[in-house]
């Protein structure tokens, strides 16, 4: 059975940096397809970026290209999305998601695509 735990979530100023990190345990990380989604109030969820497999391409939504980035640490199955210039929009609950198919556009952005997803956190990003 995966399980996805993320952390890191809280309150930032505009500008802020801030790192969500997710860890997995139940599958090897390199051989899926690892994403970040976000839910603003009142808002579907969205695609943030994904990772498509240990040595795939990077996908990012066009909000956040430049400058969000995931990566991955597969020694301690880990996966880690880098906030920078973070700005009030980026408020939302965080969802760490995993496919256990590698994935390619359309479809990796799809939150239909995953199986499997973490309790997600929450981000705000306030003066």
């Known amino acids: 059975q995966v399980q996805l735990v993320e952390s890191g979530g809280g309150l930032v100023q505009p500008g802020d940096s801030l790192t969500l990190s997710c860890t997995a345990s139940?599958?090897?990380?390199?051989?899926?397809?690892e994403a970040w989604f976000r839910q603003a109030p009142g808002k579907e969820r969205e695609f943030v970026g994904a990772?498509?497999?240990?040595?795939?391409?990077?996908y990012y939504a066009d909000s956040v290209k430049c400058r969000f980035s995931i990566l991955r640490n597969n020694a301690k199955n880990m996966v880690h999305l880098q906030m920078n210039r973070l700005e009030p929009e980026d408020t939302g609950v965080y969802f760490c998601a995993v496919s256990a198919s590698p994935l390619n556009s359309p479809a990796i952005t799809a939150d239909a695509s995953y199986d499997y997803w973490g309790q997600g956190l929450q981000v705000t990003v306030s003066s």
């Open positions: 990772l498509a497999w240990s040595f795939g391409p990077a």
């Open positions: 139940g599958h090897n990380f390199d051989r899926y397809t």
